[in-house]
């Protein structure tokens, strides 16, 4: 009998009106999009990859090691992520280059690439803005008027009078809606996917695969919400006009209202401190280091450390900003040679301490993000999880790697790479050899062949799942929460 | 006979719920509006501002006990005034740099044999991304400003008001029985869109007195007569917004029977327009017109700075041959060759700054172009520019601080050649007067937001949004004109 009426829904859904524009607005949404992301994808894999080829050139100029401390830092680049064509997320506001020196533990990423930071002012939406929006929408309309309408148009009554119960007959219009609004979808999303893979820039592996699945999927739980919060009002309310004003308002405050608002009370309730507290402790720890490397030379009755290799010599560029130092030492004449091991000894005492102090103050900008724009982002973020449509965006980002917590991860591995870096250096001696600050030896550029290299590791399918199950499950519980609430408003009916 | 069907409508629109829901959802909005600028937004936003004045101030009185100083240093940072009605567009001004930069970069030692001189450079004007929102992690959301009720969810009310008034009247028949009265069809659309018209002011007519009754309470902001009048300009904007959804509502609502029909192609129409092409075309417009990037465009201008190095400095040696600017009394050629090399430098960097900040600024243009295929887009884009925010603000803060580096320059001038000590010799610190100078007489950045500015940056959009709605409203009379009644 269930499946009598099913069908029975499917053809007189699939005959309706409103299934003829849902399938155009599915398409042309999706498809659209996704082309143009997928352009998007195209131009910021190249930039990535000029970015690439760039860095590697400038570190093979190299001449001498101190100039990966000031003037030649090392540069980080972040692939983008195939998954941001889905969701966007973080992958565009947070930059994707990052400055890695032993004197600098990075904290934030910079923008390569066509980086026009005035764009910003126009807001992007991409698959799971559609889907937030406007699915949610389409689902509400194909739902408000399922049993409301019946009952207006009577047919209710006859529906059932025969032998159907009223539990098959709700769970009835609830699969045969569901099977009508995925069928167009399930056709745009393949039409898209198509179309993304005929770049020759874009190719799926299998854990791409299973995340796309996985977003489509999350993107459905999502649907079919709206679709029950539809069929739930419908069960509450006896005129389909009055259903249909119910689902806006839900709709209104869910999607347009919540999300929007969080944002901006959590911005005035708890804002972020200032950063200058912070940039001062931090300027002390310099000074302090500054004073050091000094008593290492006032100890040693020396006035400038080239002094007794190349007196009255000059050749150092010195920078210094809140959260990083950094020197280059160009020597290039000794005229006595005798003295060139202090001048080693002095580098390799204060190169190894500048590192030190590099995580010193590492630590005070940590404690500085972690109490003030990331405690902000977070509390935003479980906030908004009032409304089902942040809970999907927020999945979805996770399961495309574009969320802010993936962001986090990539800038934890370039400080991990940075330490890498730095044990690098100091294992090779090469903070008090002569290369790091003279290139007059040889002309010979550096042999960098042990020196460790940067990849990113994506993160893995596993650690995705456990970080996204709890927004899936908000999603899952509000579903069975909706369906039994239609279920129950539906036994106590009056046709 | 119009005004009686007129005012049937309205009685008809009254006891909706739907009404009842956009007076509560309207109202709601605005006065979280007004109280979120008020008590926050714009407090925060304003002090720290006279914060940022302040110290630019005292920063450029600490440069001004010597012109030489002030002339080659720079006025300092100048700041953009947040604008009072920010809270009728923010214009996503808490993401745009709140200031440019009017200052000298550090200079260089200089050692030849038998010399040295200690060199500063010349300031240029520098934009960098300074940003009133210092947090980017923070989730995706919309303002709720008056364009975003007005030009979201009005919008979206004016189409939910009208897309069964006709083929509502078709399904229950009532319509040729209207019809069979002695009205004419225009005269019955026309009331149809007066009723709904005015049905919909109220709520926006409670929301924006509300709004601006909370704004004006506080002691907060003090808005004068060019303001109130912008306020006003601002209201007949929006009301001519509204009409043409009403005018789109009606004219698809003559052409269905079926009202859910016509819904959900209002509806289709809705999403495209207002949410759709405002929000897709800008990743589109990036990759059309294209704009070097910012490490390219500092890795060529780098390259030109050097080559200015190697000609003054390894080619002839010219900047060490009349002995150094700070030699007592110098030689008028060291000073000549030390500014020529000091500007031209200063220039380069002008040079290139300005250019690349235009080439954006060019691309945000031509995206602003595209998405005016939206008229959600035209209205916030005329909405904002009579308030003084967005983008467009944004650009005239920088042409207003590029006409005051001219000013300023020609200040310097002036002030140098009154003294007669001075050597005259643009701009190497030495070359000029080392004399105070009055702060008072330091022409100050300022930027004034006339009414008269504002309205033309908002006339090609208010022209726009006209001439859409005269369209739609003939398009509508001619096809109800030729529609069938049942």
């Known amino acids: 009998m269930l499946w009598v009426i099913v069908r029975r829904e499917i053809t007189a859904n699939i005959l309706s009106f409103r299934f003829l524009m849902g399938l155009l607005i599915y398409f042309s949404l999706i498809v659209t999009n996704l082309f143009v992301l997928t352009r998007d994808y195209e131009d910021r894999l190249q930039s990535y990859q000029t970015a690439v080829r760039e860095n590697e050139d400038e570190v093979k100029q190299v001449k001498i090691y101190s100039e990966f401390g000031h003037s030649r830092k090392l540069k980080l680049d972040r692939k983008p992520k195939l998954l941001s064509i889905f969701n966007e997320g973080m992958e565009k506001r947070?930059?994707?280059?990052?400055?890695?020196?032993?004197?600098?533990?990075?904290?934030?990423?910079?923008?390569?690439?066509?980086?026009?930071?005035?764009?910003?002012?126009?807001?992007?939406?991409?698959?799971?803005?559609?889907?937030?929006?406007?699915?949610?929408?389409?689902?509400?309309?194909?739902a408000y008027d399922a049993i409301s309408r019946e009952k207006e148009a009577g047919t209710l009554r006859l529906a059932l009078s025969g032998t159907v119960s009223r539990p098959t007959l709700l769970l009835g219009k609830y699969i045969a809606g569901m099977v009508s609004i995925s069928l167009p979808l399930v056709a745009s999303f393949v039409a898209g996917l198509l179309m993304i893979q005929s770049s020759p820039y874009v190719s799926f592996d299998s854990s791409d695969?299973?995340?796309?699945?996985?977003?489509?999927?999350?993107?459905?739980?999502?649907?079919?919400?709206?679709?029950?919060?539809?069929?739930?009002?419908?069960?509450?309310?006896?005129?389909?006009?009055?259903?249909?004003?119910?689902?806006?308002?839900?709709?209104?405050?869910?999607?347009?209202?919540?999300?929007?608002?969080?944002?901006?009370?959590?911005?005035?309730?708890?804002?972020?401190?200032?950063?200058?507290?912070?940039?001062?402790?931090?300027?002390?720890?310099?000074?302090?280091?500054?004073?050091?490397?000094?008593?290492?030379?006032?100890?040693?009755?020396?006035?400038?450390?080239?002094?007794?290799?190349?007196?009255?010599?000059?050749?150092?560029?010195?920078?210094?900003?809140?959260?990083?130092?950094?020197?280059?030492?160009?020597?290039?004449r000794f005229r006595n040679e005798d003295g060139v091991p202090f001048v080693q000894g002095y580098y390799g005492f204060k190169e190894n301490l500048r590192a030190q102090y590099a995580d010193k103050v590492w630590q005070i900008r940590k404690a500085y993000l972690d109490e003030n724009p990331n405690r902000q982002s977070l509390l935003a973020l479980n906030i908004s999880r009032i409304s089902p449509t942040a809970v999907y965006y927020n999945a979805a980002a996770i399961l495309a790697e574009t969320d802010l917590g993936s962001f986090q991860q990539f800038m934890e591995q370039t400080r991990q790479y940075r330490r890498e870096w730095v044990e690098y250096l100091r294992d090779e001696k090469i903070f008090s050899s002569r290369r790091w600050f003279t290139g007059k030896d040889s002309q010979e550029p550096l042999d960098l062949s042990g020196m460790p290299r940067f990849k990113e590791r994506s993160e893995s399918m596993g650690s995705s799942l456990q970080r996204?199950?709890?927004?899936?499950?908000?999603?899952?519980?509000?579903?069975?929460?909706?369906?039994?609430?239609?279920?129950?408003?539906?036994?106590?009916?009056?046709? | 006979m119009i005004w009686q069907i007129a005012k049937r409508e309205i009685l008809d629109n009254l006891t909706r719920f739907r009404f009842a829901f956009t007076v509560i959802l309207v109202m709601a909005l605005m006065v979280m509006n007004a109280i979120i600028f008020v008590s926050s937004s714009y407090q925060r936003r304003i002090s720290a501002y006279s914060q940022d004045t302040t110290d630019a101030?005292?920063?450029?009185?600490?440069?001004?006990?010597?012109?030489?100083?002030?002339?080659?240093?720079?006025?300092?940072?100048?700041?953009?005034?947040?604008?009072?009605?920010?809270?009728?567009?923010?214009?996503?001004?808490?993401?745009?740099?709140?200031?440019?930069?009017?200052?000298?970069?550090?200079?260089?030692?200089?050692?030849?044999p038998n010399f040295h001189y200690s060199s500063s450079n010349v300031w240029s004007l520098a934009y960098p991304q300074d940003p009133f929102r210092k947090n980017d992690t923070l989730p995706n959301f919309t303002e709720l400003d008056w364009t975003f009720v007005i030009g979201l969810v009005m919008s979206f009310m004016a189409v939910l008001f009208t897309y069964d008034a006709i083929s509502g009247e078709r399904e229950t028949g009532t319509l040729s029985l209207l019809m069979s009265h002695s009205v004419s069809r225009a005269t019955v659309l026309l009331a149809k869109f007066i009723g709904a018209f005015l049905t919909l002011m109220v709520p926006l007519l409670i929301g924006i007195l509300l709004n601006l009754m909370i704004i004006n309470v506080s002691e907060l902001v003090s808005l004068d007569g060019s303001e109130w009048t912008r306020i006003g300009i601002i209201f007949v904007i929006s009301a001519v917004y509204i009409s043409i959804f009403l005018w789109l509502g009606l004219f698809i609502s003559s052409q269905f029977s079926n009202s859910s029909s016509s819904l959900l192609v209002l509806l289709l129409i809705w999403v495209v327009f207002v949410v759709l092409i405002p929000n897709t075309v800008g990743v589109l417009a990036s990759s059309f017109q294209q704009v070097p990037s910012s490490s390219e465009v500092s890795r060529r201008k780098q390259a030109k700075l050097d080559e200015i190095d190697q000609r003054y400095f390894e080619t002839d040696r010219r900047?060490?041959?009349?002995?150094?600017?700070?030699?007592?009394?110098?030689?008028?050629?060291?000073?000549?060759?030390?500014?020529?090399?000091?500007?031209?430098?200063?220039?380069?960097?002008?040079?290139?700054d300005d250019e690349h900040l235009n080439k954006q600024f060019a691309q945000v243009a031509?995206?602003?172009?595209?998405?005016?295929?939206?008229?959600?887009?035209?209205?916030?884009?005329?909405?904002?520019?009579?308030?003084?925010?967005?983008?467009?603000?944004?650009?005239?803060?920088?042409?207003?601080?590029?006409?005051?580096?001219?000013?300023?320059?020609?200040?310097?001038?002036?002030?140098d050649s009154a003294d007669k000590e001075s050597y005259h010799v643009y701009f190497v610190k030495e070359g000029l007067s080392q004399k105070p100078v009055a702060f008072n007489s330091i022409p100050k950045f300022s930027e004034k937001l006339t009414l008269s500015i504002t309205f033309k940056g908002a006339l090609l959009d208010l022209t726009l949004l006209v001439l859409l709605s005269l369209f739609l409203f003939m398009a509508t009379v001619l096809a109800f004109m030729r529609s069938d009644v049942k």
């Open chain 2, 57 to 112: 101030i005292a920063s450029m009185k600490g440069r001004s006990t010597n012109l030489s100083e002030l002339g080659v240093k720079g006025p300092g940072s100048l700041y953009k005034q947040p604008s009072q009605l920010g809270f009728i567009a923010t214009g996503a001004d808490a993401s745009l740099p709140k200031r440019v930069v009017g200052n000298a970069e550090f200079g260089g030692n200089w050692r030849a």
């Open chain 2, 366 to 415: 031509f995206t602003q172009q595209i998405t005016r295929l939206s008229p959600a887009a035209i209205y916030k884009y005329a909405v904002e520019s009579l308030s003084g925010t967005g983008f467009a603000r944004h650009k005239r803060f920088v042409q207003h601080a590029r006409r005051y580096r001219q000013q300023f320059i020609d200040f310097i001038k002036s002030e």
């Open chain 2, 319 to 352: 900047l060490f041959q009349f002995g150094s600017p700070s030699d007592d009394p110098p030689k008028i050629e060291a000073l000549q060759v030390w500014a020529g090399y000091l500007t031209e430098r200063a220039d380069v960097k002008s040079r290139f």
């Open chain 1, 94 to 142: 947070k930059g994707n280059t990052v400055t890695v020196a032993h004197g600098y533990v990075p904290a934030v990423a910079e923008h390569h690439g066509s980086d026009n930071p005035y764009l910003n002012i126009f807001s992007s939406i991409d698959f799971t803005v559609i889907f937030q929006v406007v699915m949610s929408l389409l689902a509400l309309l194909f």
């Open chain 1, 209 to 332: 695969w299973i995340r796309i699945s996985l977003i489509f999927l999350v993107s459905m739980l999502y649907v079919s919400l709206f679709f029950l919060i539809g069929l739930f009002l419908s069960a509450r309310t006896h005129r389909s006009s009055i259903t249909l004003m119910f689902a806006m308002c839900v709709w209104v405050i869910f999607v347009l209202i919540i999300p929007n608002l969080t944002v901006l009370l959590v911005e005035h309730a708890s804002p972020i401190q200032s950063e200058n507290p912070y940039k001062e402790q931090a300027d002390e720890l310099w000074g302090e280091f500054g004073a050091k490397a000094g008593d290492y030379l006032k100890e040693r009755a020396v006035d400038l450390p080239w002094e007794p290799a190349n007196p009255g010599g000059l050749g150092v560029l010195e920078s210094r900003t809140a959260y990083g130092s950094g020197e280059t030492v160009s020597l290039s």
């Open chain 1, 468 to 495: 996204a199950v709890p927004d899936i499950m908000i999603l899952a519980v509000l579903n069975i929460l909706f369906f039994m609430g239609a279920f129950v408003s539906f036994l106590r009916y009056d046709i």
